[in-house]
């Protein structure tokens, strides 16, 4: 088991930028998939992006790809999602989770295929 923790979320104006940090807590994220969702006010927890530890594999919602990036540390055993470009609609509460590294690109965009969720960040972007 891990336990992502999730940090870097505030206020931001429309047009810049944030970046989110997941870390592990207890176990590495070597044998993972880590992902990010988010959900707005009223809405449905939805993907974001997802980051293979091993090999690096990545894949973006279409709503943020060419905007947000994915990243890790190997040594520091952190995931970032650098966000750029920054609309009202980003406005959410962003969770960093871990799942099974070794399913495939379809399933990692599901939410019910994550098994260990941090407690979330708040972004806010203003408009």
């Known amino acids: 088991q891990v336990q992502p923790v999730e940090s870097g979320g505030g206020l931001v104006q429309a047009g810049g930028s944030l970046r989110l940090s997941c870390a592990a807590s207890g176990r590495t994220f070597s044998s993972y998939a880590v992902g990010w969702f988010r959900q707005a006010q009223g809405k449905e927890r939805e993907f974001v992006a997802f980051?293979?530890?091993?090999?690096?594999?990545?894949i973006y919602a279409d709503s943020v790809k060419g905007r947000f990036t994915i990243s890790k540390d190997n040594e520091k055993n952190t995931v970032y999602l650098q966000m750029n470009s920054l609309k009202a609609e980003d406005t959410a509460v962003y969770y960093c989770a871990a799942g099974t590294g070794s399913y495939s690109m379809l399933r990692l965009t599901d939410r019910k295929n994550y098994y260990y969720w941090g407690q979330g960040t708040q972004v806010t972007v203003s408009s």
């Open positions: 980051i293979r530890w091993s090999g690096g594999d990545t």
